[in-house]
């Protein structure tokens, strides 16, 4: 497709579980990012890619979640050992260049986990 | 730092009234400023953005928002609201950079 793909749509886990989310952007798009979007809280920056590589990950919350690009296409986010406060929707979004086409981001339709 | 503060987490407006959602940024140095939009069970689809040159821009759906420096403000606007057009609105800052920091999102309802 044309557009910023994302699986699962929908992920139940259980708490303590690990789950990967994945990311496929439109082809040609160098950057790559992740948002997580809860209820009330907005958007919440998690980590950029350009191309392989991740020069922001700040917005990582712990050391529970990580991330990966690789050849500069598809991402994963994964989250070890689960927690409820992780329930959210996970967002992806990608764009042109270095500089994100002056923040044109085109975003996914989102994962959204619920950690029981 | 960026921030944004969006007034009003929740706006409602009668058919063919006017929209108006605020929002508030603070920069450290000239920004970017955009409008997304979020429907039900979507991604976010930008609306519009100011980056140089005329402060008033338009975007698509008849939507358009100005930016005033000495306000710290890009409200949102549309003359006559439409039923398509309840959804949830973000406005975000950017440091003229790839980071995009966002506001919480107004969620506007449109009454018949």
């Known amino acids: 497709g044309a557009g910023v793909s994302q699986s699962p749509s929908n992920k139940v886990t259980e708490k303590g579980k690990d789950v990967e989310l994945r990311c496929d952007p439109i082809?040609?798009?160098?950057?790559l990012y992740w948002y997580r979007q809860s209820l009330g809280q907005g958007l919440e920056f998690l980590i950029y890619?350009?191309?392989?590589?991740?020069?922001?990950k700040s917005g990582l919350p712990s050391d529970r979640f990580s991330a990966e690009r690789t050849g500069g296409s598809v991402s994963t986010l994964t989250i070890q050992r689960t927690q409820q406060e992780d329930s959210a929707v996970y967002l992806c979004a990608s764009s042109l260049g270095q500089y994100g086409g002056a923040g044109e981001l085109f975003f996914g339709e989102g994962s959204r986990l619920t950690v029981l | 730092a960026q921030s944004v503060t969006q007034l009003g987490s929740h706006v409602s407006v009668s058919e063919g009234a006017l929209v108006l959602l605020r929002c508030n940024y603070s920069s450290s140095v000239p920004p970017y400023l955009f409008w997304y939009v979020q429907y039900p069970n979507q991604g976010l689809q930008l609306l519009l953005k100011?980056?140089?040159?005329?402060?008033l821009v338009k975007g698509i759906n008849g939507f358009e928002a100005e930016f005033k420096k000495s306000e710290t403000s890009f409200h949102l606007t549309k003359p006559s609201a439409h039923m398509s057009d309840a959804a949830e609105y973000f406005c975000?800052?950017?440091?003229?950079?790839?980071?995009?920091?966002f506001g919480k999102g107004t969620l506007l309802t449109v009454n018949p």
């Open positions: 975000a800052v950017s440091p003229r950079n790839y980071k995009l920091t």
């Open positions: 890619f350009q191309g392989n590589s991740a020069p922001d």
């Open positions: 100011y980056t140089t040159g005329a402060t």
């Open positions: 082809s040609g798009h160098t950057a």
